[in-house]
């Protein structure tokens, strides 16, 4: 009785406890991620020299120059044109014919006639016919505006960001991680996602369509563990 006793406030506390994490309001949830992104780019800003006059951030602001992302913080918008696509098709035949034919005109030292002679024949044949094709093709074009949040030694910067839009309840989200070069940015600010280098681009969904899309899960399941 008493370990049964335990088990179900074991069972409770988790039951609330994953109804008070579901009970999270959206603004708490982004908020926490905007103050994590925060931390990160405090964390990897260059604290200025102790005494100094000269600001980086102020000195590289120029009338004569364009407005560009070059430091940790700025933003920069990436123009999402990825289209991809892939076909392949292979074909294989095979093909062998052999004949064999034996014959005798005696038997056991005796003659024998035409008509009885003795003869053998053997046919073989072997064919085989393969053929297979596979393609796939995707495409996804979509404006995001990620933030710096390294710049390495050689100049180049790590941008990532995120943008989740809401409507009737379905949520969906692209973020977008990847290395740029500052020559690669033109006069707008902004870059194609075909010259972010290391890019990781994710599109998803969730909400009432994404969860009818899938099958239930005794149906994965089953699908999983069927042998045939």
């Not at 796939?136 to 943008?163: F, K, W």
Request: net charge negative.
């Amino acid at each position: 009785m008493k370990g049964l006793f335990s088990i179900r406030i074991a069972g409770w506390t988790m039951t609330v406890a994953m109804i008070m994490i579901g009970c999270a309001s959206p603004a708490a949830v982004e908020k926490d991620k905007i103050e994590a992104l925060t931390q990160k780019l405090q964390a990897n800003e260059e604290k200025p020299a102790s005494g100094s006059l000269w600001n980086d951030r102020t000195s590289s602001i120029s009338l004569f120059q364009d407005t560009k992302a070059n430091r940790i913080g700025d933003v920069v918008t990436v123009h999402i044109v990825e289209n991809a696509q892939g076909s392949k098709d292979a074909q294989t035949k095979t093909g062998r014919a052999s004949t064999i034919s034996a014959g005798t005109a005696s038997f056991l030292g005796l003659p024998s006639s035409t008509t009885t002679q003795l003869q053998a024949d053997a046919n073989f044949n072997d064919a085989f016919d393969g053929s297979g094709s596979t393609s796939r093709s995707g495409a996804l074009t979509a404006n995001i505006t990620a933030v710096v949040t390294s710049v390495l030694p050689n100049g180049n910067m790590v941008i990532e960001g995120q943008r989740d839009v809401t409507i009737n309840s379905e949520k969906e989200t692209i973020s977008l991680t990847g290395i740029i070069r500052p020559e690669d940015i033109d006069t707008e600010n902004s870059i194609l996602s075909t010259a972010v280098a290391d890019a990781v681009i994710k599109y998803s969904g969730n909400g009432v369509l994404n969860d009818k899309q899938r099958p239930g899960w005794l149906i994965r399941i089953l699908d999983w563990i069927w042998p045939f």
